[in-house]
């Protein structure tokens, strides 16, 4: 069974919002930074935007002001709210967890922990 496992994707119209969750087990998701990374057909994985402690967050410039990416107190569930919603965001999103406190991990390589993946697409 998954220690990470994404849900929320699916079909969302340009400009529309869609929420992402991870569920992940308190093990891994209360003693890391937790993130979203993307990954659409033909391009490599790209970082999307992490979180360290419960407010502490971090952007990549693409999605910066659109999405926004939280954590529940009790550490166990990751979110990322993606609104303003652009075609170029569609893609499948993973979930993932870096033991990387300093510097913020921005970089796909700075994960250690990945879900299986929840795609999104955005189209009219």
């Known amino acids: 069974q998954g220690q990470l496992v994404e849900t929320g994707g699916g079909l969302v119209q340009p400009g529309g919002s869609l929420r992402l969750s991870c569920a992940a087990s308190?093990?891994?998701?209360?003693?890391?930074?937790m993130g979203w990374n993307r990954q659409a057909t033909g391009k490599q994985r790209e970082w999307v935007a992490s979180i360290r402690g419960t407010d502490s967050t971090n952007y990549a410039d693409s999605v910066k002001g659109r999405f926004t990416i939280s954590r529940d107190n009790a550490k166990t569930s990751v979110y990322l709210q993606m609104n303003s919603a652009y075609p170029e965001d569609t893609a499948v999103y993973y979930c993932a967890a870096s033991p990387q406190y300093y510097p913020p991990p921005r970089s796909v390589s700075s994960y250690e922990y990945w879900g299986q993946g929840t795609q999104v697409t955005v189209s009219s």
């Open positions: 308190r093990s891994i998701c209360g003693a890391n930074v």
